[in-house]
């Protein structure tokens, strides 16, 4: 047995630290990965979302209107736009364009002056409980907005007006209606993507890809092929979650099934595409599973899963919007819990296949016809 040698071992140094060179995209994500998790986490991440959009919605003008608006304006949560018709805000909350719809009631200032205390009533998008449950809470600050308004008799002897919430679509709040949709999309993800990351790096390491590079067949054939019996594997998970959803938690589906599984295959056509991308950049499996683990931290973090999507900056949303989970996730909870249609799932359809799209072509692009 030989004595330590620091020389044999300064030697070996070397060599590690060569080989470690040579792999210049390892050394990137593992720099990235802190990175990109020190800026979601530090800008991007907020559990407490301002400014949400809401509709309102009056049956005439009126006069304590403005205070009311104001009030509400001034808690920081509500981002007021004007609805003109009870259709259009149906349609609007339904695509998840609006959080919250204030109808304020016909001869509202007539009441208020009467000291009959209306009713103004908000329907709350209750899909995501946790984005709304803040801005629900400050409400009950806000029935004294109209004293200083309010005839010297009234002032003091009732409470002017009250809100009166409808959670639509969740009246319960149960978190499981929000998070089970929400998973269904996080698994199909995190599975999917990374089988097909592994496939053709997989045929490399195997010494199986000269085999294939002699068939004639061409890279989107390849391709294709690769994806095509996942296809099949992501079904059976999206049949599985569904089942024991709906016994266990009593998850409803007021939507199509039929058009739902046409766009969660889509959903997957998407992650299987990503996933061959990574493997025909990659020059081995442990190089294609870190890209695969540095997309699925931004793809759960901005997607609207774990955290609010409204209450992420601008920025952090404009980089959400190009995630397709994020649009599935809409999509799942939007015909699940709120029975929508392919009218108001198509704004999030088209992004999907964009993707989709995109990153087929670069795999095709990328994809090596030889072993250099």
């Known amino acids: 047995m030989t004595s330590f040698s620091r020389r044999r071992l300064f030697a070996l140094l070397n ?66 736009q004007i609805v003109n018709s009870e259709a259009e805000a149906e349609e609007r909350i339904a695509q998840g364009k609006l959080l919250f719809v204030i109808n304020v009631p016909p001869n509202f200032d007539r009441a208020v002056d009467r000291g009959e205390s209306p009713s103004i009533l908000i329907d709350a998008d209750g899909t995501d409980p946790t984005t709304i449950g803040n801005a629900t809470s400050a409400l009950g600050g806000l029935t004294t ?27 319960e709040q149960i978190t499981a209606l929000n998070v089970v949709p929400g998973l269904i999309c996080t698994v199909l993800m995190m599975s999917t993507l990374i089988l ?10 195997r010494g199986t890809m000269e085999n294939l590079l002699a068939m004639p067949v061409r890279p ?45 295959g889509l959903f997957i056509g998407s992650n299987l595409a990503l996933g061959i991308t990574f493997s025909t950049i990659a020059a081995n499996q442990m190089q294609a599973q870190q890209m695969a683990q540095f997309m699925m931290l931004p793809f759960m973090l901005l997607s609207g899963y774990i955290f ?65």
């Open 220 to 264: 989107i054939e390849v391709m294709l092929a690769k994806i095509a019996p996942y296809i099949g594997i992501g079904y059976l998970q999206v049949v599985i979650i569904l089942t024991i959803s709906a016994v266990l938690f009593h998850l409803p589906v007021h939507g199509s099934v039929a058009l739902l599984l046409v766009v969660l």
């Open 196 to 205: 097909t990351t592994l496939a053709i790096t997989r045929e490399r390491e």
């Open 15 to 80: 060599k590690e630290w060569l080989q470690v060179r040579r792999d210049p995209m390892t050394l990137r994500l593992i720099i990235a990965m802190p990175v990109m998790q020190l800026v979601l986490f530090g800008y991007a991440i907020n559990s407490n979302p301002r400014h949400l959009p809401a509709g309102l919605l009056m049956a005439q003008p009126s006069k304590y209107e403005r205070t009311i608006v104001a009030a509400l304006r001034n808690t920081g949560y509500y981002d007021i």
């Open 145 to 171: 907005a109209l004293d200083h308004d309010l005839p010297h008799g009234l002032q003091a002897k009732v409470t002017p007006f009250q809100f009166v919430i409808h959670a639509r679509y969740n009246p």
């Open 308 to 372: 609010p999507f409204q209450g992420m900056p601008r920025w952090a949303q404009y980089v959400g919007e190009l995630i397709p989970m994020t649009h599935a996730i809409r999509i799942v909870r939007g015909m699940l819990l709120k029975g929508n249609g392919f009218n108001e799932i198509l704004p999030d359809i088209w992004p999907i296949a964009l993707f989709m799209l995109i990153t087929i072509t670069i795999a095709a692009w990328c994809y090596r016809e030889t072993l250099d």
